[in-house]
């Protein structure tokens, strides 16, 4: 059974970092394309980043409010994925989930529970 287990939120001051983790069962991370979207309440669901394979070239996809200051990645050996967030802005304050494509066409079908990241200024 595929499962996603979103992990790692908190409390963190403007400037802070927080490194976000997606542990997954029943499928490799390397396989699928792995996505993060951030929710904040009375706002639309929001897509941060994702990575996928094409063709064994692997692509990778930030929204432009994250670019320079996010970074994704796959740990294989973990079989988990990684959203770093660096230079945290209060902005950034959202339920964070994430999400996998078995298709790797950035159609997510598979979803993890949310963790809170919050940011003060």
């Known amino acids: 059974e595929v499962q996603l287990q979103a992990s790692g939120g908190g409390l963190v001051q403007a400037g802070g970092s927080l490194r976000l983790s997606c542990a997954a069962s029943?499928?490799?991370?390397?396989?699928?394309?792995i996505g993060w979207f951030r929710q904040a309440p009375g706002r639309e669901r929001e897509g941060v980043a994702c990575i996928s394979r094409s063709e064994g070239q692997w692509r990778i996809y930030y929204a432009d409010s994250v670019k320079g200051r996010f970074t994704i990645s796959n740990d294989n050996a973990k079989n988990t994925n990684y959203l770093q967030m660096n230079s945290l802005k209060p902005e950034d304050t959202a339920v964070y989930y994430c999400?996998?494509?078995?298709?790797?066409?950035?159609?997510?079908?598979?979803w993890g529970q949310g963790t809170q990241v919050t940011v003060s200024s």
């Open positions: 999400a996998a494509d078995n298709k790797q066409n950035m159609t997510f079908v598979y």
């Open positions: 029943g499928f490799t991370v390397d396989d699928y394309a």
